[in-house]
């Protein structure tokens, strides 16, 4: 294509900026052949020039269209070269907040410096078994298909993680082990997963440390194989390491850090196992105080330590061996202290300062000698031929031996702890696969560059080549695979660095040689360099300006090496004698790490060690024995390197790429520059000029035809679509080399997709601009139109108005003149009546004046008058009450006088306790005497508020008649007043007229002003009254109002309240629910886990004869449900099952050891006391039968003296309890009549506490009163009882007790008993032949023995019960006497102790009171459980006689006796809805009704629940012959049953409905016909007949119910693996609107998805799949509401899985993907509507996913579409809204993004927001199922069982 097409005005470009590295430009013009310039306008509107190269004629690279910015896949872009990458970079991690993207098989991950919500377990579900494509990119989606190719291919995989320091390596590694170890899980017990976890903060501890680049920098290579079994689930793993920089361990640059474990170690100081140490903080050693910055703001590093900890422990690395490792790392600190000192004489010899504190803590830590290391670290030993030599060190090589040893030691420790790390991770079982995770340093340079950046720019030349040829293997099989011709793409090789670096005589060739050398220094390694490869090879140079340093073009950038430190750094020379020091340690760790016998050769088996170090030897090399010593660490890395490659190579590699943003870690910030070098040094670059120089854009067929068909005309669509694309391509694309068709796909040359996008975005802007020219017109003539009928109307408004204006006038003007002549009337005539007016004023004021003057003075004389009257009565007054004051004085003194005297004489009586009785009399009185003065003060005070009544009416009727006298005063004085005027004026007029005119003229004006003043002081109070007035009907309504409102929001309150309540208690039972749903989902998790291990060690293990393990479910339940009756059953029947179960030892593991060691323990027991009271009675049988007359003699006269005495204590009860009332109602009456008017006054203290006291005594007297006629009732009952029971051997009474006895049991129990009574024993035919005669006897004696026992059991009764009675009556006794006693006691106490006493008594009352009604409750509860086991008892034996007298009867007996014919008629057979069978028949019916029963026949042919039914029959029979095993056993092997079947076919979904179904109906059965009221409302009355009659199933109902629940959350995991592969495909995929939606370009991982598709799922699919549900559980004749639950269930799975599915797919956020969504949505409510489920709660589910499709429909763009959106997204999260719209990709050029600054504007509207911060739906979310009562109206009789259920051996009864 040329390029004067592409190179057009308004084409946009990228051209060099030196800040930006790249910057836009739009063409001002277009571009000719020939052109020198382009002439560009920027983004900022500014115009530039660009000059082309006269030489290459090279343009500028071309800008994608926007529609492509921002794609997930940077192969998806057209344009493929370096600006494009950038800003793709760019845009996705500044504006989308995204961190990962696809370079082709590449995955780059940008360092957001920020904890991100994306790495939660929800997340890695959403990932797993998702093909690479499909989801957002992410480390989780390569960790799954590394994960998925091993499983498929079966071949290992390799995941390379690289970036330089601070990319974020460590981090991506570790996620993706969390990825497997979360998706896998272990194969075995032992926790491998947490393990593999738990050895990254080991090793991040010891091996990370803190750079100018990074926090948490790891400082050495690592690479950990992660084994798999056959199931592909964890076994175990393995960790290599690769280069540790030791030289770290003794220095650090400036704001750099130690390795981390170190300053843990410091910050833990103050622990008390930590105190031995005797460390300090960080500042103060130099190892960690070489940076000067020892903190990192964030970390704690006292809390670091302890993961650390708890992770070594986890890997089994103990206590002891733990406080080694930090006596070693304590060591090395403080031997980072120790001074050294040069001796001032002699400058070549050094010392150490005796006593060296750190020195000696060095030495007690390690365990060596102190002289010794002192010693050896300031001298070295020389050896020669023949002659040892001890030579001194100067100051500066002694303290590089110092540092040497640290690093030695460190180093050691680092591999010892490694060692251990992979023997706590090696597999236990055999690993069939495995997937290595490499985390390694990337490419290095830095201002001075060393031995260490040498060596991992060598790993990673190493790692970019087997990069290179894995990539272009790939592209070659793309083009081989699609048939198309390969040409050979040129790529860089960099064979030639490599060879440079390792062939013969290479630099590191070159570096051994050197190290060998006597005399070798790094000058002379330097030089060797420049005469080998100086000008000889093209990679390697020498700077200008230096001779010990070189440089060598890597891939990525040249990079300059200091040659100082090479020599040393390789050889790593640790001195000899210090070595031997140390191995002659107590310490046993650090014995282990210098001990050459057991030397930790490699944390591997079978592979090289890594950064050994070389042990220096005074003695010649010769002599060495261990070869390994000889290796330099360039040799040893270049073996371990080749080792890796070599397994690299044989597994698949997958790649990511770690970016570090920015060197300032700022969060979310870009720097263009560094991002561009990283880009070309980790190969990202070198990805897309191999893409792009072949063919980079890749389609298939039916994609092309959906975007391009627009381009087509209708002629050119044809039935294949290959033909089409073909056709079509042929025209659009002149130059055929520009694209090539594959098999099943279009390969496109870079550039070709942008001009497809750009001449289909012209064919729609011409089509728009069509539309938009006919809408327009459309629109104008329409506005044409609306304006003409407008001006038509306006113009006739117009004139209507004028001529209904000028009318409008003429009638003004004649109305204005009728105004005028009627206002000139009016106000001449006003003036005239103002007139008259104010003279009838004048004349009235001046006679009322006159008048006034006269009333006043007639007025002050009355006024005098009734003052004087007052006056002297008050004196009168005051004279009587001083008299009557003296006399009472007078009376108060002589009575108090003679109270005193009296008051005495009572003291000296009280003492004397003769007078005591005479006390309580007068005590008595008082109270009388109280009572009848309160009776008195009573009608006094009922006197007195009638006489209050009385003057009250009196003082209204007085206030009446003064208001009428008033009010007719006021008419007198009115009257008076023109009276007295009149005559004023008339006396005026004869006397004064004549003689006073001048005078009245003087007055007028006085009078006048009198009269306005008055006037104006009426008018004001009047104002005034009114004023009041309305205030108060103001404040009436105020009031009013306030009460309404206050009603008003206390109903709101309460209403709202209650329903907030409601809401909050239904929440708190939905949580309570589904917690305890999700403990027993746990639970059943937990026992199939138990049943699996069961069955592996089954067929591990060699089972013993006769013993057999059953299902642990059943054992279980056996074991929880038989123990409280087993304990409570006879021997016999212990023995019965004792027997039973050796008789079926496949059913023995049922019951529990201990449960069965206690039956044994418990039957022994029986037997004993059997044996022992078997002879008790044998002895006492002949006693019984002499004694038997007296004894029936002794005891009819003692029940005569018995009852006797019992009337006698009764008849006295009565009568002290008489006596006892009698006291209290005199010492009531004595208190009354006796006691002092103050004291005993209502009210006073003294009063009321005697008060109490009565009243509580009296009380007391009536609960007394009740208990005698509680007794005297007994005492009859027993009287009559024992009349009865004396005749009761009489056969008439006996008669009639048998008709009395109404139940038919209850005559069997009896009959049995009689017949029990008179058994035969075993001599019986020793008397005589017949054995009548014996048998008589044996009747009698049995009979007799009987009287007996009840005789005596009666007489006991009695006894206990008298004894009982007499102690009762002695305590009432006692009670009364202590009564009295605090009585007497209270009377003489003061006020205050007297309530004190009071209550006392009252608390010590009732706390006695509480104790015995406690111990009566503990005495009948025994008593309930003592008869309920006997009647167990005795219920077990009547059945075991039953069957006894049956087998005891022989045939021959049966033929003796005659018979009589009897016509025997046929009665109609009524069944009663119960089915019987055989025991042994119970295994038959489980495997023929649950086992091997298929629901869809019994759902077809017969009745919904028909096996719930049968079983329920079953049980019915069980419980109406009263067998409780049969029950249990029934119960048990149903329940286990159920769970087999379901184990079995977990899967299949019409099993799970068809038994959850079942389970169900079985559960309502229980309920219905349990006998309770609550269930029974509903029930026919024979239903009501149908009911259990023995047994209590409650506690099985709780079972079955948790069986339910288990069953319904296994429906939902296999409607959830049913649904799951069809709702992505189903709900976004799928274009269920065809043409709304055109795919955009896709990229490489889209096409390589590691699974084929196998069939598109469509919206018809969803449908037609919940069709299927829903008829197969209609089918089964599940509940309805149980059927609204499931479907809200799957409606909520449905819209998790499609909303999570959304929020990880950036190519699903658009506005057409919204349509769709709502689109599909509408179609699911259709489905609820069409199957009546409304109402189910299943459309609030689907509310989230509604919501973010609307999100994506839409305006975004001012602040009301960001209120609009708040308002509108309740359902969505926070974080959910603001990834829909950092995810929203326009697919059209006529959409547009999201601003940055809208989304900042929705983060703040919604900041006060408080919900999770979760980003996804927790799709596995079960909601809480409840299973309400579903009573059924089915008649159990009616059920008829087909014969294909193969159940004939059950019987109807």
């Not at 067929?1099 to 057999?1108: A, N, Q, Y």
């Not at 057409?1712 to 299943?1738: F, H, P, T």
């Not at 990709?1785 to 601003?1795: A, D, K, Q, Y």
Request: glycine fraction near 4%; hydrophobic fraction near 35%; proline fraction near 3%.
């Amino acid at each position: 294509m040329a390029a004067s097409e592409l190179f057009t005005k308004f084409a946009r470009v990228w051209i060099p900026d030196t800040v930006d590295v790249w910057k836009s430009a739009e063409l001002l013009k277009d571009y000719k052949l020939g052109d020198t310039v382009l002439h560009l306008k920027l983004e900022d509107e500014q115009e530039t020039q660009y000059r082309i190269d006269s030489k290459t004629k090279e343009l500028p690279p071309l800008r994608n269209p926007d529609i492509l910015v921002g794609e997930n896949d940077l192969t998806a872009l057209s344009y493929l070269h370096e600006p494009a990458v950038l800003h793709n970079l760019k845009v996705r991690f500044m504006d989308s907040k995204l961190i990962y993207t696809y370079c082709g098989i590449v995955l780059v991950a940008i360092n957001p410096y920020e904890q991100l919500p994306i790495y939660g377990e929800d997340i890695i579900n959403a990932y797993s078994g998702q093909n690479m494509g499909d989801m957002d990119p992410h480390i989780f989606a390569v960790a799954e298909e590394a994960y998925k190719q091993m499983a498929r291919d079966e071949r290992n995989q390799s995941i390379i993680v690289s970036g330089e320091s601070g990319a974020g390596k460590t981090v991506s590694a570790k996620y993706a082990m969390r990825y497997f170890a979360t998706v896998s899980g272990s194969a075995s017990e032992t926790n491998v997963e947490e393990k593999v976890l738990a050895s990254n903060p080991i090793m991040e501890s010891i091996g990370n440390a803190k750079t100018t680049r990074n926090d948490n920098s790891s400082r050495f290579g690592k690479y950990i194989e992660i084994g798999f079994d056959k199931k592909y689930r964890i076994t175990g793993a393995n960790m290599r390491t690769y280069l540790l920089e030791k030289s770290r361990v003794v220095f650090q640059a400036e704001d750099e850090r130690n390795y981390h474990i170190l300053y843990q170690l410091c910050a833990s100081k103050h622990l008390p196992e930590f105190k031995e140490l005797r460390l300090n903080h960080a500042q103060n050693f130099n190892y960690t105080n070489l940076g000067g910055n020892p903190v990192i703001e964030g970390i704690d590093d006292a809390k670091e330590m302890l993961n650390t900890r708890q992770a070594c422990s986890l890997l089994g690395i103990n206590e002891s061996y733990q406080m080694g490792i930090f006596h070693v790392l304590g060591a090395i600190l403080h031997l980072g202290n120790v001074t050294i000192k040069s001796n001032d004489r002699d400058a070549d010899n050094c010392f150490i300062p005796p006593n060296t504190e750190h020195l000696i803590i060095f030495c007690d830590l390690l365990g060596v000698d102190y002289e010794q290391m002192a010693h050896w670290l300031c001298h070295r030993k020389i050896i020669t031929g023949s002659e040892t030599y001890i030579k001194p060190m100067p100051r500066f090589q002694a303290l590089n031996a110092r540092d040497a040893l640290a690093k030695h030691i460190y180093a050691s420790l680092f591999n010892w702890i490694v060692h251990h790390v992979n023997r706590a991770l090696r597999a236990s079982v055999k690993q069939n696969s495995f997937i290595g995770v490499l985390d390694i340093y990337g490419f290095e340079t830095f201002e001075v560059n060393s031995f260490e950046q040498f060596c991992i720019n060598y790993a990673n030349e190493k790692l970019q080549q087997q990069f290179n040829m894995h990539v272009f293997k790939l592209e070659q099989e793309e083009y081989m695979k699609e048939q198309i011709p390969w040409t050979l793409i040129d790529f860089y090789d960099n064979q030639p660095c490599i060879n440079l670096i390792e062939a013969k005589l290479g630099i590191l060739d070159l570096l051994d040689e050197e190290c060998k050398m006597p005399k070798g220094s790094d000058d002379t390694w330097a030089q060797k360099l420049y005469n080998t490869h100086l000008n000889k090879s093209a990679l390697f140079h020498k700077p200008r300006m230096s001779n010990r340093a070189f440089i060598i073009q890597h891939f990525a950038d040249q990079v300059e090496y200091q040659c100082e430190g090479f020599l040393e750094k390789n050889k790593d020379t640790v001195y000899e004698e210090q070595i031997i020091v140390l191995k002659a340690s107590k310490l046993n760790l650090l014995a282990e790490l210098f001990n050459e016998g057991k030397q930790v050769s490699s944390p591997t088996e079978g592979r090289p060690p890594v950064a050994r170090a070389t042990v220096k030897s005074a003695k010649p090399r010769a002599l060495q024995p261990s070869k390994e010593h000889k290796k330099s660490v360039g040799h040893q890395f270049r073996n371990s390197l080749h080792l890796l490659m070599e397994t690299l190579n044989a597994t698949t590699p997958h790649y990511v790429r770690c970016i570090k943003p920015n060197d300032d870690k700022f969060a979310f910030t870009f720097d263009p520059k560094r991002a561009v070098q990283q880009l070309r040094a980790c190969g990202v670059l070198e990805t897309i000029r191999i893409s792009a120089a072949g063919f980079p854009s890749r389609w298939t067929y039916q994609e092309f035809f959906n975007r391009y068909r627009v381009l087509m005309k209708q002629k050119d669509v044809l039935s294949d679509k290959k033909l089409t694309c073909k056709n079509v391509l042929e025209k659009l694309v002149k130059d055929q080399d520009k694209y090539q068709f594959g098999k099943t796909k279009i390969f496109f040359r870079a550039g070709q997709v942008a001009y497809l996008e750009k001449l289909r975005a012209d064919k729609l802007r011409v089509a728009c601009i069509r539309i938009q020219k006919t809408i327009r017109s459309w629109l104008q003539r329409k506005k044409y139109l609306r304006m003409r009928s407008a001006a038509i109307t306006i113009q006739r408004y117009v004139r209507g108005y004028q001529a209904r204006c000028y009318a409008q006038f003429l009638r003004r003007t004649r109305a204005a003149i009728l105004i005028q002549k009627f206002q000139r009337m009016y106000a001449a005539r006003q003036k005239f009546l103002r007139i008259l007016s104010a003279t009838l004023v004048i004349q009235s004021f001046v006679r009322g004046f006159r008048g006034r003057r006269r009333f006043k003075a007639v007025l002050r004389e009355q006024k005098a008058v009734i003052l004087q009257k007052h006056l002297r009565g008050w004196m009168a007054r005051r004279r009587y009450s001083r008299t009557h004051h003296a006399i009472v004085y007078l009376q108060c003194c002589f009575r108090r006088m003679m109270a005193k005297r009296e008051l005495k004489k009572l003291k000296i009586e009280a003492r004397s306790v003769e007078h005591y009785k005479t006390l309580n009399i007068g005590m008595e009185n008082k109270i009388v005497q109280l009572q009848c003065k309160v009776n008195g003060q009573t009608k006094e005070i009922k006197s007195l508020l009638e006489k209050l009544v009385s003057l009250e009416t009196t003082y209204t009727n007085e206030t009446e008649k003064l208001r009428t006298e008033v009010d007719r005063l006021r008419i007198s004085e009115g009257s008076a007043k023109v009276s007295s005027n009149k005559i004023t004026c008339l006396m005026e007029e004869i006397a004064i007229l004549r003689k006073e005119l001048e005078e009245t003229q003087a007055h007028k004006k006085r009078l006048e002003e009198s009269a306005d003043k008055y006037k104006q002081e009426t008018d004001l109070v009047v104002f005034q009254l009114k004023e009041w007035n309305a205030l108060l009907k103001k404040e009436k309504e105020d009031l009013n109002l306030r009460i309404q409102e206050q009603v008003k929001e206390i109903t709101e309150s309460m209403e709202r309240q209650n329903k907030e309540e409601t809401k909050q208690l239904q929440i708190d039972l939905n949580d309570e629910r589904s917690r305890y749903q999700s403990l027993l989902n746990e639970f059943c998790k937990l026992e199939e886990r138990y049943d699996n291990m069961k069955e592996e060690i089954s067929l591990v293990s060699i089972t013993k004869p006769g013993h057999r393990r059953t299902d642990s479910t059943h054992s279980s339940n056996e074991s929880e449900y038989t123990y409280s009756s087993l304990l409570s059953s006879e021997p016999g029947e212990s023995e019965d099952v004792t027997r039973r179960t050796e008789e079926f030892p496949d059913q023995k593991g049922t019951l529990d050891m201990s449960l069965f060691l206690k039956l044994q323990k418990r039957v022994t027991e029986l037997e004993q006391e059997k044996l022992a009271l078997q002879e008790e009675l044998d002895g006492k049988e002949e006693q019984a039968l002499r004694s038997k007359k007296e004894v029936e003699d002794q005891q009819l006269k003692a029940r005569g003296a018995e009852l006797e005495y019992e009337s006698l204590k009764r008849q006295e009860l009565e009568s002290e309890n008489k006596k006892l009332k009698n006291e209290l109602n005199e010492l009531h009456r004595a208190l009354t009549e006796k006691g002092a008017p103050q004291a005993t006054a209502p009210g006073s203290p003294a009063y009321k506490v005697l008060l109490d006291h009565l009243n509580a005594a009296t009380e007391e007297l009536e609960v007394r009163k009740e208990e005698v006629l509680i007794l005297r009732s007994q005492l009859v009952s027993q009287k009559e009882a024992m009349a009865c029971k004396e005749t009761m051997t009489e056969p008439t009474i006996f008669l009639e007790d048998v008709r009395k006895m109404k139940d038919q049991g209850e005559i069997t129990q009896t009959f049995l008993g009689l017949k029990e009574t008179n058994r035969p024993s075993q001599d019986c035919h020793l008397l005589n032949e017949d054995g009548e005669l014996w048998m008589a006897y044996e009747g009698l004696k049995q009979t007799n023995r009987l009287l007996e026992t009840q005789l005596q059991g009666q007489k006991k009764i009695y006894e206990n019960e008298l004894e009982g009675l007499r102690g009762e009556v002695q305590n009432l006794k006692e009670e009364i006497n202590r009564q009295q006693q605090l009585l007497a006691q209270n009377l003489q106490l003061p006020p205050e102790a007297r309530i004190e006493a009071s209550l006392q008594h009252e608390i010590t009352r009732l706390t006695n009171e509480n104790l015995d009604l406690m111990e009566q409750l503990e005495k009948q509860d025994k008593t309930v459980r003592k008869l309920k086991k006997q009647l167990k008892v005795f219920a077990k034996k009547i059945g075991e006689l039953e069957v006894s007298q049956t087998e005891n009867i022989s045939p021959a007996q049966l033929a003796d006796e005659p018979i009589r014919p009897v016509n025997i008629p046929r009665k109609e057979k009524d069944f009663q809805g119960m089915l019987e069978y055989k025991k042994d028949d119970e295994l038959k019916l489980i495997k023929n009704l649950i086992l091997e029963l298929k629901p869809r026949g019994v759902a077809v042919n017969l009745i919904p629940g028909l096996p719930a039914y049968i079983l329920f029959m079953c049980v019915r029979h069980a419980d109406y012959i009263n067998d409780d095993q049969r029950v249990r056993s029934l119960l048990t092997s149903t329940i286990n049953g159920i769970k087999k079947i379901l184990k079995k076919r977990s899967d299949d979904f019409e099993i799970v409905s068809f038994w959850l179904s079942n389970t169900c109906r079985f559960l309502h059965c229980l309920k219905q016909y349990s006998g309770e009221e609550a269930f029974m409302k509903h029930n026919t009355p024979r239903q009501n007949d149908h009911c259990l009659r023995n047994f209590d199933l409650a506690e099985y109902r709780q079972v079955i119910s948790d069986l339910a629940i288990q069953i319904y959350q296994q429906l939902t995991k296999v409607m959830e693996n049913i649904l799951q592969p069809m709702i992505v495909s189903g709900m976004l995929e799928h274009e269920t609107i065809q043409g709304v939606s055109g795919l955009k370009p896709t990229g490489l991982r889209k096409r390589t998805s590691s699974v084929a598709d196998e069939g598109t799922y469509t919206l018809d699919s969803i449908v037609r799949q919940l069709n299927n549900f829903h008829s197969t559980m209609c089918q089964h004749g599940m509940d309805p509401e149980l059927i609204k639950q499931i479907v809200k269930q799957m409606f909520y799975i449905i819209g998790s899985v499609t909303l999570n599915n959304l929020l990880l797919r950036k190519d699903m956020c658009s506005w057409s993907k919204g349509m769709q969504i709502r689109y599909n949505v509408s179609q699911l409510e259709e489905w609820l509507r069409d199957k009546n489920l409304q109402a189910c709660g299943a459309k609030e589910t689907l509310e989230p996913l509604i919501q973010a499709a609307q999100l994506l429909q839409v305006k975004k763009k001012t602040d009301e579409d960001a209120e609009a959106i708040c308002s509108m997204c309740g359902a969505l999260t926070t974080a959910q809204i603001v990834k829909v719209l950092n995810l929203y990709t326009p697919v059209n050029e006529f959409e547009e993004r999201v601003t940055a600054s809208f989304i900042r504007t929705i983060q703040v509207r919604l900041q006060n927001r408080k919900d999770s911060p979760q980003l996804l739906m927790d799709a596995k979310h079960i909601f809480p199922v409840t299973f309400p009562f579903n009573a059924s109206s089915l008649a159990l009789e009616s059920i008829q069982i087909p014969s294909s259920m193969n159940l004939g051996f059950l019987l109807r009864v």
